[in-house]
Protein backbone atom coordinates (compact mmCIF):
# COMPACT_ATOMS: atom_id res chain seq x y z
CA UNK A 1 0.00 0.00 0.00
CA UNK A 2 0.93 3.27 -1.09
CA UNK A 3 1.03 6.60 0.80
CA UNK A 4 0.94 10.00 -0.27
CA UNK A 5 0.82 13.27 2.51
CA UNK A 6 -0.27 16.14 1.09
CA UNK A 7 0.25 18.87 3.97
CA UNK A 8 -1.29 22.45 4.04
CA UNK A 9 0.58 25.17 3.08
CA UNK A 10 0.30 27.07 6.50
CA UNK A 11 0.79 23.72 8.60
CA UNK A 12 3.21 23.62 12.00
CA UNK A 13 6.53 22.76 11.26
CA UNK A 14 8.70 19.92 13.06
CA UNK A 15 8.69 16.72 13.87
CA UNK A 16 5.04 13.95 13.11
CA UNK A 17 4.67 10.37 13.92
CA UNK A 18 2.94 8.51 10.57
CA UNK A 19 0.54 5.74 12.39
CA UNK A 20 -1.54 3.62 10.58
CA UNK A 21 -4.72 2.99 12.01
CA UNK A 22 -7.22 -0.10 10.76
CA UNK A 23 -10.68 -0.75 12.49
CA UNK A 24 -12.07 -3.72 11.75
CA UNK A 25 -15.76 -4.48 12.98
CA UNK A 26 -15.09 -3.21 17.03
CA UNK A 27 -11.52 -3.99 16.76
CA UNK A 28 -8.82 -1.48 16.24
CA UNK A 29 -5.38 -2.62 15.03
CA UNK A 30 -2.77 0.67 15.06
CA UNK A 31 1.06 0.41 13.51
CA UNK A 32 3.39 3.08 13.75
CA UNK A 33 4.99 3.63 10.41
CA UNK A 34 7.79 5.85 10.92
CA UNK A 35 8.48 9.72 11.73
CA UNK A 36 8.71 12.41 9.11
CA UNK A 37 9.99 16.43 9.44
CA UNK A 38 7.99 19.29 8.04
CA UNK A 39 9.56 22.17 7.13
CA UNK A 40 8.82 25.99 5.83
CA UNK A 41 8.59 25.48 1.71
CA UNK A 42 9.98 28.91 -0.18
CA UNK A 43 8.89 26.76 -3.31
CA UNK A 44 5.38 26.29 -2.42
CA UNK A 45 3.09 29.66 -3.57
CA UNK A 46 0.67 28.64 -0.63
CA UNK A 47 3.81 29.38 2.05
CA UNK A 48 4.44 32.39 3.49
CA UNK A 49 7.87 32.40 3.01
CA UNK A 50 7.63 31.71 -0.69
CA UNK A 51 9.89 33.12 -2.86
CA UNK A 52 9.26 32.89 -7.20
CA UNK A 53 13.00 33.63 -7.94
CA UNK A 54 14.86 30.31 -8.16
CA UNK A 55 18.49 32.07 -8.00
CA UNK A 56 17.15 33.64 -4.79
CA UNK A 57 16.25 30.25 -3.69
CA UNK A 58 19.54 28.92 -4.18
CA UNK A 59 21.37 31.90 -2.49
CA UNK A 60 19.19 32.56 0.74
CA UNK A 61 17.75 28.83 1.20
CA UNK A 62 20.52 26.37 0.05
CA UNK A 63 24.05 28.17 -0.18
CA UNK A 64 25.98 27.03 2.67
CA UNK A 65 28.76 29.10 2.25
CA UNK A 66 28.45 33.04 2.76
CA UNK A 67 31.15 35.83 3.10
CA UNK A 68 30.44 38.52 6.49
CA UNK A 69 30.93 42.01 5.80
CA UNK A 70 33.09 43.55 9.16
CA UNK A 71 35.35 46.74 10.23
CA UNK A 72 34.84 50.02 9.65
CA UNK A 73 33.41 51.84 7.04
CA UNK A 74 36.88 52.84 5.74
CA UNK A 75 38.46 49.31 6.04
CA UNK A 76 35.74 47.08 5.59
CA UNK A 77 36.81 43.33 6.11
CA UNK A 78 35.32 40.47 3.95
CA UNK A 79 35.04 37.13 6.41
CA UNK A 80 34.44 33.64 5.06
CA UNK A 81 31.60 32.02 6.60
CA UNK A 82 30.43 28.25 6.68
CA UNK A 83 26.88 28.09 7.35
CA UNK A 84 26.30 24.51 7.10
CA UNK A 85 22.64 24.45 7.52
CA UNK A 86 22.35 20.40 6.08
CA UNK A 87 25.14 18.75 8.24
CA UNK A 88 24.49 16.15 9.59
CA UNK A 89 22.67 16.33 13.41
CA UNK A 90 22.09 20.09 12.45
CA UNK A 91 18.20 20.06 12.00
CA UNK A 92 17.73 17.95 15.17
CA UNK A 93 19.76 20.83 16.97
CA UNK A 94 17.63 23.40 14.94
CA UNK A 95 13.84 21.71 15.97
CA UNK A 96 15.62 21.05 19.74
CA UNK A 97 16.28 24.91 20.00
CA UNK A 98 12.28 25.28 19.61
CA UNK A 99 11.35 22.93 22.24
CA UNK A 100 14.18 24.37 24.51
CA UNK A 101 12.51 28.21 24.26
CA UNK A 102 10.64 30.27 27.25
CA UNK A 103 8.13 30.52 24.79
CA UNK A 104 7.36 26.70 24.60
CA UNK A 105 8.35 26.28 28.47
CA UNK A 106 5.62 29.16 29.57
CA UNK A 107 2.89 27.49 26.96
CA UNK A 108 3.24 24.44 24.82
CA UNK A 109 0.50 23.50 23.21
CA UNK A 110 0.30 27.58 22.03
CA UNK A 111 4.51 27.56 20.83
CA UNK A 112 3.27 24.77 19.06
CA UNK A 113 0.50 25.98 17.10
CA UNK A 114 1.81 29.24 16.24
CA UNK A 115 5.11 26.92 14.25
CA UNK A 116 3.43 27.55 11.22
CA UNK A 117 4.07 31.04 11.55
CA UNK A 118 7.89 32.48 10.13
CA UNK A 119 7.25 35.50 11.80
CA UNK A 120 7.01 33.40 15.17
CA UNK A 121 9.56 31.15 14.44
CA UNK A 122 11.77 34.18 13.96
CA UNK A 123 11.01 35.76 16.84
CA UNK A 124 12.12 32.68 18.72
CA UNK A 125 14.81 31.84 17.28
CA UNK A 126 16.42 35.10 17.64
CA UNK A 127 15.86 34.56 21.28
CA UNK A 128 17.34 31.48 21.63
CA UNK A 129 20.47 32.46 19.19
CA UNK A 130 21.86 34.81 22.32
CA UNK A 131 22.02 33.13 25.72
CA UNK A 132 21.36 36.50 27.19
CA UNK A 133 17.55 35.70 28.61
CA UNK A 134 18.48 32.97 30.95
CA UNK A 135 16.74 30.42 28.19
CA UNK A 136 20.02 28.35 27.42
CA UNK A 137 20.49 29.81 24.39
CA UNK A 138 22.88 29.27 22.36
CA UNK A 139 25.67 31.85 22.83
CA UNK A 140 27.01 34.36 25.12
CA UNK A 141 28.18 37.82 23.92
CA UNK A 142 31.36 39.43 24.95
CA UNK A 143 32.58 42.95 23.49
CA UNK A 144 35.82 43.83 26.07
CA UNK A 145 38.17 42.19 28.40
CA UNK A 146 39.85 38.86 28.14
CA UNK A 147 39.36 36.19 25.93
CA UNK A 148 41.84 33.75 27.07
CA UNK A 149 39.60 31.03 28.54
CA UNK A 150 37.17 30.72 26.26
CA UNK A 151 36.88 31.31 22.65
CA UNK A 152 37.67 34.64 21.12
CA UNK A 153 34.90 35.83 18.89
CA UNK A 154 36.97 36.57 16.20
CA UNK A 155 38.24 32.90 15.43
CA UNK A 156 34.91 31.53 14.53
CA UNK A 157 34.13 30.71 11.28
CA UNK A 158 31.74 29.09 10.94
CA UNK A 159 27.99 27.78 12.65
CA UNK A 160 28.41 23.87 13.08
CA UNK A 161 31.25 23.66 15.50
CA UNK A 162 29.06 26.32 17.48
CA UNK A 163 26.14 24.66 17.06
CA UNK A 164 27.41 21.41 17.95
CA UNK A 165 29.35 22.55 21.04
CA UNK A 166 25.95 24.12 22.78
CA UNK A 167 24.30 20.52 21.71
CA UNK A 168 27.41 18.57 23.22
CA UNK A 169 27.62 20.87 26.54
CA UNK A 170 23.87 19.56 27.22
CA UNK A 171 23.01 23.31 25.78
CA UNK A 172 24.69 25.57 27.74
CA UNK A 173 25.55 29.02 26.09
CA UNK A 174 28.55 28.72 23.80
CA UNK A 175 31.22 31.38 25.38
CA UNK A 176 31.42 34.17 23.23
CA UNK A 177 29.78 35.78 20.81
CA UNK A 178 29.41 38.86 19.07
CA UNK A 179 27.20 40.89 16.47
CA UNK A 180 28.66 38.68 13.04
CA UNK A 181 28.87 35.29 14.89
CA UNK A 182 25.13 35.77 16.19
CA UNK A 183 23.92 36.55 12.94
CA UNK A 184 25.64 34.02 10.49
CA UNK A 185 24.42 31.05 13.51
CA UNK A 186 20.96 32.61 13.22
CA UNK A 187 21.10 32.40 9.14
CA UNK A 188 21.97 28.47 9.86
CA UNK A 189 18.88 27.95 11.64
CA UNK A 190 16.75 29.93 9.80
CA UNK A 191 17.77 28.35 6.59
CA UNK A 192 17.72 24.83 8.04
CA UNK A 193 14.32 25.14 8.51
CA UNK A 194 13.12 26.49 5.18
CA UNK A 195 13.36 30.70 5.57
CA UNK A 196 14.91 32.30 3.03
CA UNK A 197 17.39 34.43 5.35
CA UNK A 198 20.71 36.16 4.43
CA UNK A 199 23.06 38.61 6.95
CA UNK A 200 23.06 42.53 6.55
CA UNK A 201 26.39 44.97 7.51
CA UNK A 202 25.89 48.32 8.53
CA UNK A 203 28.81 50.55 9.06
CA UNK A 204 28.41 53.73 11.47
CA UNK A 205 25.71 51.60 13.46
CA UNK A 206 23.86 53.50 15.64
CA UNK A 207 22.61 51.97 19.15
CA UNK A 208 19.37 54.24 20.14
CA UNK A 209 19.12 52.72 23.65
CA UNK A 210 16.09 54.92 24.72
CA UNK A 211 14.16 54.48 21.34
CA UNK A 212 13.85 58.51 20.86
CA UNK A 213 15.46 58.00 16.88
CA UNK A 214 18.48 60.27 18.03
CA UNK A 215 22.17 59.53 19.29
CA UNK A 216 22.04 62.00 22.15
CA UNK A 217 25.05 63.31 23.63
CA UNK A 218 25.38 65.77 26.70
CA UNK A 219 27.37 68.61 27.78
CA UNK A 220 27.66 70.88 30.81
CA UNK A 221 27.39 74.87 30.39
CA UNK A 222 31.33 74.85 30.14
CA UNK A 223 31.19 72.79 26.86
CA UNK A 224 32.56 69.66 28.92
CA UNK A 225 30.93 66.47 27.50
CA UNK A 226 29.12 64.30 29.76
CA UNK A 227 29.37 60.44 30.04
CA UNK A 228 25.63 59.77 31.14
CA UNK A 229 24.11 58.66 27.27
CA UNK A 230 23.74 54.94 26.60
CA UNK A 231 23.61 55.70 23.14
CA UNK A 232 26.08 54.84 20.86
CA UNK A 233 27.66 54.40 17.16
CA UNK A 234 29.68 51.12 16.48
CA UNK A 235 31.82 50.88 14.01
CA UNK A 236 29.40 48.39 12.13
CA UNK A 237 26.64 46.05 13.23
CA UNK A 238 25.60 42.82 11.54
CA UNK A 239 21.71 41.38 11.76
CA UNK A 240 19.75 38.82 9.55
CA UNK A 241 16.75 39.30 6.98
CA UNK A 242 14.31 36.54 6.28
CA UNK A 243 11.56 36.78 3.30
CA UNK A 244 7.82 36.46 4.33
CA UNK A 245 4.93 37.82 4.24
CA UNK A 246 3.59 39.95 6.37
CA UNK A 247 -0.87 39.65 6.57
CA UNK A 248 -0.97 41.40 9.77
CA UNK A 249 0.59 44.30 8.31
CA UNK A 250 -0.21 44.34 4.64
CA UNK A 251 0.80 43.02 1.26
CA UNK A 252 3.31 46.38 0.90
CA UNK A 253 5.02 44.81 4.06
CA UNK A 254 6.01 41.87 2.45
CA UNK A 255 9.43 40.66 1.26
CA UNK A 256 12.90 41.23 3.76
CA UNK A 257 12.46 41.42 6.99
CA UNK A 258 14.97 42.60 10.21
CA UNK A 259 16.00 39.76 12.95
CA UNK A 260 18.55 40.88 15.22
CA UNK A 261 19.73 38.33 17.61
CA UNK A 262 22.65 40.40 19.22
CA UNK A 263 21.56 40.39 23.03
CA UNK A 264 22.15 44.37 23.73
CA UNK A 265 19.22 44.15 25.02
CA UNK A 266 16.47 41.57 26.50
CA UNK A 267 14.53 40.10 24.21
CA UNK A 268 10.94 40.45 24.68
Not at 91 to 101: A, E, G, K
Not at 152 to 175: A, E, H, M, T
Not at 179 to 196: D, E, K, Q, S
Request: hydrophobic share 35%.
Amino acid sequence: MNFTISSPANAVIGRYNLILQVTSGNKIFSRFLGQFVLLFNPWCPGDDVYLANENERQEYVLNENGIIFVGNAKYIEARGWYYGQFQDHLLNICLTMLDLSLYYRQDPAIDVSRRGDPKYVGRVISSMINGNDNDNGVLLGKWQGSFHSHENPSRWDGSVVILQKWRQDNYKPVQYGQCWVFAGVMCTVLRCLGIPTRLVSNFNSAHDVDRNLSIDKYYDSSGKSLNISKDSTWDYHVWNESWFIRPDLGTSYNGWQVLDATPQEQSR
